[in-house]
């Protein structure tokens, strides 16, 4: 096991250069840079002369190679650089917005399930033919509501009109409710989908009708026998899930005025500010993988036939 | 009459029901201390060094943190004295010695005394290499100030510098501590790190999201002539950035917040409508408009400049997209900016005379409508300016006013990598955006002059992509426009350079920009500085 876990670990560690490298070769493909942008901007009204000065004091003209180098060490020694459009260390920017994000995103993770499992619960269990149908279109309705429209609706209902809650300077709690529905209510619906063909498929399965015959309640069978396996390839799309999490998180942030990773993404693929970027790259990278790593992980315990091989030849 | 002692009565009885008896109060005059302001902001503040205060988002900051040696009456637009009591030029305007009022500190207790102002303004003046910071756009010819005694200094300027004293006051000319700007540039977006001697001082912030500010109780500085005196009234002020317009407007409607920055002209009834008010000062300088970039051949020629003009309907612009706060440009400049002169004339709306300027440039119209000249179509470009008001709409409009008389012309919205350098490029931007906010003369130079924003694109100025186009005469005239130390003089040059820049057609000015606030009912006293940046100084609340 500690072996599995020590090459995943170097793995991770490839993928994580693999993400750096990348990023930088992107970003310097793109048009223009991040001081260009700055100071060519005309609020600033600076001339062609003072420009070039603080090009020079900036080095962005270097050679690519000695750019990478320079970028690399810095990150290897923790000195992640400054960002141009905040001027504010890059350090300080994710201090400030990953706790935020880390907060909305687990909270929005946490509903996405909790909807899910209640959908795939009802769709199944509900007496009537017709509304378990109802329910098992729901998925379908909330997987094509536009994130940015969802947020938009339920200010204006439960903040503007209804006043029970406030979005503008709210209470901790407060400010999370409405954002962690908005980005739950999309992540949930792959979810509720995966989830309620396995137990379809599941329930078919031999094992199901032995228990039944036993005279297990409907309930009981469901709870015992089918989700736990169907839960498994649930798993397995949870971990993909993660990345779109993120991307919900964007224009929730932006819709909802919170700070967090999403808003400074989005800002600083805007103005190409290349060191905040490259740190949002490889953080991502690297939560990426654990989340995958935890996963893989986790399929023993839910299956153990799954522990049985992986103990055997040790 | 009737009515209203109709609704008087009305009232009194609703009083008298209500068991209630109110006596006649005018707390409407007296201002009451106390109390934060809520204010929605759209976008965050960036770096928060002085001189980067023409974006909004940190001239909103600035203002109520920082003071200026030098006030500018927003009516008058005379220079008043506010941390400087008094102040002489030379002759030759290229001597400035100002005497402060004593007494003054900065939040942090440091004295704000010549030498500080001395580190500020050689900052802002020469820029520092070294901690990166870049020059002030305002400062024109500076070369060193030289501190006379504990409150007098002295600036000296390399050649006449007239505008310098209007640039004492403007937003980007805050005071800050000299332990500010001993701080790496790349340090100043941290609000907690910029020390001024302003009326409000920065007590906490949330990178990206929030910046709460504090009343500074000892403050006793504000500029001589306000009545109001002494601290400011309010407790604080809250920044809250909303960056959803919907999200703003139904926030300041539902009283979730007390003042909002920037409402779209389509969503001013619907505040006007719930008895908020908008504020929509004037940013008097040049405005909103677009310029040609005369070194791309398809521009190059004055007839085709002048064909567009005519074909631009810009009174449809601001009835379409626009209210009675965006009034329709009369000449380059705002009609409240020092120097303005009515242009009008040579701004008409004129198909038939634009298609006929074409003919006799020699532009034809092709098999698609498309006019065409020796095998060129005339097929223009235009990247979209993200803070002008609607730009791409107005832009839009225009595309479709001049495919009316046969020219094409490209909206683009693009990546910002590619707009910035594709704008130093005239053959891939023979159309720029320009618009720029300043209570002097000098803001025209600010636009035009190769050396500063260079609208134009002249060989020798901000871009190496230029093979020739070059104007000597509106360069020597913008010259004389910063050097000049005669006011009448220098009126008459900023009044002779609009008419010639128009009259090349290179511009073609829609209307005067303002920057558009709403406000909750019960905020009073609401103030902006000349180019309307708001100053929440003398701002109370009756709520």
Known sequence: MSRYIVGRVGQALLVLWIAFTASFLLLQALPGDAILIKFQNPELGLGPEQIAALRDAYGVDSPLWQQYLQALGNFLTGNFGYSVVGSVPVSHEL??????????????????????????????????????????????????????????????????????????????????????????????????????????????????????????????????????????????????????????????????????????????????????????????????????????????????????????PA | MISIRRRTLGALAALLLAGTIISPSFAQDAPVQGGTLIYLEQQAHTNLYPPAGGFYPNGGVLNQITDKLTYQNPQTLEIEPWLAESWEVNDTATEYTFKLRPGITFSDGTPLDAKAVAVNYDTFGLGNKELKYPVSEVINNYDHAEVVDDLTFKFHFKHPSPGFLQGTAVIGSGIVSPATLALPYDELGDATKIV????????????????????????????????????????????????????????????????????????????????????????????????????????????????????????????????????????????HAAGYVDESAKLVFDQDKAKALFAEAGWTPGADGILEKAGQKLDLTVYVSLPQPQNEGVLQLVAQQWAQVGVKLNVLAGDAGSRTLDQLDPLKTPVTVAMVGRADPDVIKSGFYPKNRDWLLQKGGSSDKVQTFVDDKLNGLLEGLASETDRAKRLAIAGEIQGYVLDQAYIIPFFEEPQAFATAPYVHGLGFEAVGRPSFYNVWLTR
């Open chain 2, 196 to 335: 001024g001697s302003g009326p409000f001082v920065v007590e906490s912030e949330t990178l990206g999201k929030e910046l709460n500010l504090k009343v500074r109780e000892d403050y006793n500085w504000g500029p001589l002539k306000f009545e109001h005196q002494g601290r400011a009234y309010l407790d604080g002020i809250k920044y809250l950035i909303t960056p959803e317009d919907s999200v703003r407007i139904g926030g300041l409607l539902s009283g979730q917040a007390d003042i909002i920055r920037q409402i779209q002209a389509y969503d001013e009834p619907q505040v006007n409508d719930a008895g908020f008010e908008i504020f929509a000062p004037n940013t008097r300088g040049v405005n909103n408009s677009i310029a040609f970039r005369p070194d791309n051949p398809l521009v190059a020629d004055l007839k085709v400049r002048q064909a567009l003009t005519l074909a631009t309907n810009r009174q449809e612009i601001v009835d379409t997209l626009f209210s009675a706060n965006y009034p329709v440009a009369t000449s380059v400049i705002s009609q």
């Open chain 1, 95 to 312: 201090l400030t917005n990953l706790p935020a994000t880390a907060r909305l995103a687990s909270l929005g993770f946490t509903l996405a399930v909790l909807i899910a499992l209640g959908l795939a619960f009802l769709s199944t269990l509900a007496p009537l033919a017709w509304l378990r149908t109802a329910i098992q279109s729901i998925p379908s309705l909330f997987v094509s509501l536009p994130v940015f429209w969802l947020g938009i609706m339920l200010i204006q209902i439960f903040s503007f009109r209804l006043k029970w809650i406030s979005v503008i300077n709210p209470g901790e709690f407060e400010g999370l409710i409405l954002p962690v529905i908005t980005l739950a209510i999309p992540i949930s619906a792959p979810l509720a989908q995966i989830l309620i063909r396995n137990i379809d498929e599941v329930s078919t399965q031999p094992f199901v009708a032995v228990a039944r015959a036993k005279g297990a309640s409907p309930s009981w069978v469901l709870w015992r026998h089918v989700v736990k396996n169907a839960l498994l390839p649930t798993l397995t799309i949870a971990g993909i899930l993660f990345g779109e999490l993120l991307a919900g998180a964007v224009i929730t942030e932006t819709v909802f005025g919170l700070n967090g990773i999403g808003g400074l993404t989005e800002r600083s693929v805007r103005f190409q500010d290349t060191s905040v970027i490259q740190a949002i790259v490889v953080f991502s990278a690297l939560s990426f993988v654990a989340v995958n790593l935890i996963v893989d992980l986790l399929y023993p315990v839910f299956d153990p036939r799954l522990r049985r091989l992986k103990g055997a």
